[in-house]
């Protein structure tokens, strides 16, 4: 039970002294006698909020960056109208900063036996999962003199996803991918390791193509077409070690790994290619694999939704022994991982040649837009010293992708925007020159 500020203002002009008790809080107010039966009568016939049913229906996932509708049904089982104030509670990162009070709060009248809908529009601010907390509801009486309050646990989770900005060069890279295999097929001029089809000999052609079993059941010599083999295995690592923890602009650079990781995935998946995901810094974070192509990229946004860097090293063993027991033939390995001189010198490199002898190794890693900047930066002393200090960084970074490269690897290193189409570029290079 609560006092209304209304009430309050009727019993300071009273006369005769009541008490009010509520827990926490003792007080004298004068009213007269006629307010304090109005009072009673608007507390008797403001409807119970512990009996009322709240049940929720609506959005489960939203891409970050995007609404998410959730919607909160109110089901009034007393025989007394339902004039109430709702606040449906939710973690801070579920709005933008500053809107929650518009998006939460809500008015709604129930007549008795019926219930009413109100709609909560959710914009999260942050990958993962988003539960909702309470459900407060006061209940007014029809004078507004009084109220009653309670509060009610309706679970319900949006699972917020990564955005896949890069998505938006998806056709560009799709276009380059037909191109590549209409090439393909050009230059290999049927031969190839996967059947295609069957069609009519003409002279020319390979004999030991020739199908007898076809050619037996029609009147023409039939021979079988070949193409190149497209059901290749490609392995996505996402290292989630204590380097992808790093911010680079707004986000941590495991973000921008996925994305691009993300473009890869769909690209993959048009061209026929097995797509697996593997997060790891000293343990198992995710992994998914054995997905058709129809139900890889969901899989992987899913999985990486509630991904989030650790802050510890990763154990590059590990994470070696790992990709080699979950790619037992030979694949596409992309690593998606740090350039920084220490943990690729210390870690990677004792390890990679198990990988490089039965895997090829595409590693791709987050360079800072800032460095770039700041190797430009002229007018002054200080200007100057910034410049000296991102030319060294550059150049060390340098330095260890050749030594990479010297093993075999195929290094991309690019800034959040650049990394997806970069990383696709490198994928259609490799298809190009007959690696895949």
Known sequence: MALTG???????????????????????????APLAVACACDFALAAPV???VLTRSGDTSARLGETADVTLTVTNPSRRLLRARLRDAWPPSSWQPGT???ASRHRLTVPPGERRRVTTRLRPTRRGD????????????PLGLFTRQGTHKVPWTVRVLPPFTSRKHLPSKLARLRELDGRTSVLTRGEGTEFDSLREY????????IDWRATARQTTVAVRTWRPERDRHILLVLDTGRTSAGRVGDAPRLD???DAALLLAALASRAGDRVDLLAYD????T????????????????AMATLEPELLETDARGLTATALRTAPRRSLIVLLTTLDAAPVEEGLLPVLSQLTQRHTVLLASVADPHIARMATARGNSEAVYEAAAAAQAQAERQRTAEQLRRHGVTVVDATPDDLAPALADAYLALKAAGRL
Do not use: C, F, K
């Open 256 to 258: 921008a790994s996925m």
């Open 50 to 52: 512990r009996r009322l």
């Open 287 to 302: 992994l998914v694999q054995g997905r058709s192509a129809r139900d890889a990229l969901p899989a992987l946004v899913n």
């Open 6 to 32: 209304r009430a309050a203002l009727l019993a300071a002009l009273g006369s005769i002294p009541v008490g009010i008790w509520e827990p926490g809080w003792t007080g004298i107010l004068a009213v007269n």
């Open 202 to 209: 003409v002279p020319g052609d390979d004999t030991r193509s």
């Open 282 to 285: 000293r343990r198992v974070r």
């Open 100 to 102: 929650e009070v518009a």
């Open 130 to 141: 988003r539960q909702a907390d309470r459900v407060t509801v006061r209940s007014y009486g």
